[in-house]
T-cell receptor, first 113, second 121 residues
Framework: AQSVTQPDIHITVSEGASLELRCNYSYGATPYLFWYVQSPGQGLQLLLKYFSGDTLVQGIKGFEAEFKRSQSSFNLRKPSVHWSDAAEYFC???????????FGRGTSLIVHP | GAVVSQHPSWVICKSGTSVKIECRSL??????MFWYRQFPKQSLMLMAT?????????EQGVEKDKFLINHASLTLSTLTVTSAHPEDSSFYICSAREVGGTGSSAVETQYFGPGTRLLVL
C-alpha cells in the first residue's frame, strides 16, 4: 500500500523568501502525485500533479514540484512567497491500481511580513 | 480546472435531526465521488467512495446507516448524516474523480468541493 510523509508540520518563511515543502512517498512503481492547498475553512485546491514525463511540473500560483524517483520525493517549491500563500498544503499519492488517494498529514505554511 | 460545489457551506442543527449535504460536479461527469471528514489541524479522513448507480463503499469504522450516501446521477452525490449528535460536528469535504484520456494515456484527478461545516448542538 502507498503512503505519504510530510515531515514538516509547520514551516515559517518571510514574505519574498523561497519555499520548499517536503513530500516523500512509499510505493513500488511510479505513482500519480499531487499537491493541494487548503485555506482556512475551505476545500482543497489542486496546485499541480505528476503522472509521467517531465519530472519538473509547473502548477498554479507560481508553484512547481520536482519528482525524484531515487529519493521517492515530490517536493513543492516557490521562488518567492506571498502572504496570501499562507495555508495548509497536502501532498497526495495514487497508485497500486487504486484511484483513491492517500494524503499526507499536511504542512502548515506561515508567512511573516 | 474542473469545479465541484457543495451545499450548504455550513449548517447548524439540533441533536437527533438529519442533515443532507450535496456535492455536485459542475462541468464534468463523475462516476465516482468521495466523502471525507476533516478534524481541526488534521488531514482528510476518507469516509466512503460513492459510485454512480450503485452502493457506496464505506471505509472501516464508518457507520453506513448513519452516513447515508446516494449517487443518483453523474453529477450529484449526497451525504445524509442521520440522527446527528454533537460528535458528528466536523468539516465534511467531497471530491469528484475526473478521468481524462483513454487507455494507457488515461489520467485522473480528484477535484474537491469547498467543504461543509456541520455543527450539531
Amino acid at each position: 500500500a502507498q503512503s505519504v510523509t510530510q515531515p514538516d508540520i509547520h514551516i515559517t518563511v518571510s514574505e519574498g523568501a523561497s519555499l520548499e515543502l517536503r513530500c516523500n512517498y512509499s510505493y513500488g512503481a511510479t505513482p500519480y502525485l499531487f499537491w493541494y492547498v487548503q485555506s482556512p475553512g475551505q476545500g482543497l485546491q489542486l496546485l499541480l500533479k505528476y503522472f509521467s514525463g517531465d519530472t519538473l511540473v509547473q502548477g498554479i500560483k507560481g508553484f512547481e514540484a520536482e519528482f525524484k524517483r531515487s529519493q521517492s520525493s515530490f517536493n513543492l517549491r516557490k521562488p518567492s512567497v506571498h502572504w496570501s500563500d499562507a495555508a495548509e498544503y497536502f501532498c497526495a499519492v495514487v497508485g497500486g491500481g487504486s484511484y483513491i488517494p492517500t494524503f499526507g498529514r499536511g504542512t502548515s505554511l506561515i508567512v511573516h511580513p | 480546472g474542473a469545479v465541484v460545489s457543495q451545499h450548504p457551506s455550513w449548517v447548524i442543527c439540533k441533536s437527533g435531526t438529519s442533515v443532507k449535504i450535496e456535492c455536485r460536479s459542475l462541468d464534468f461527469q463523475a462516476t465516482t465521488m468521495f466523502w471525507y471528514r476533516q478534524f481541526p489541524k488534521q488531514s482528510l479522513m476518507l469516509m466512503a467512495t460513492s459510485n454512480e448507480g450503485s452502493k457506496a463503499t464505506y471505509e472501516q469504522g464508518v457507520e453506513k446507516d448513519k452516513f447515508l450516501i446516494n449517487h443518483a446521477s453523474l453529477t450529484l452525490s449526497t451525504l445524509t448524516v442521520t440522527s446527528a449528535h454533537p460528535e458528528d460536528s466536523s468539516f465534511y469535504i467531497c471530491s469528484a474523480r475526473e478521468v481524462g484520456g483513454t487507455g494507457s494515456s488515461a489520467v485522473e484527478t480528484q477535484y474537491f468541493g469547498p467543504g461543509t461545516r456541520l455543527l450539531v448542538l
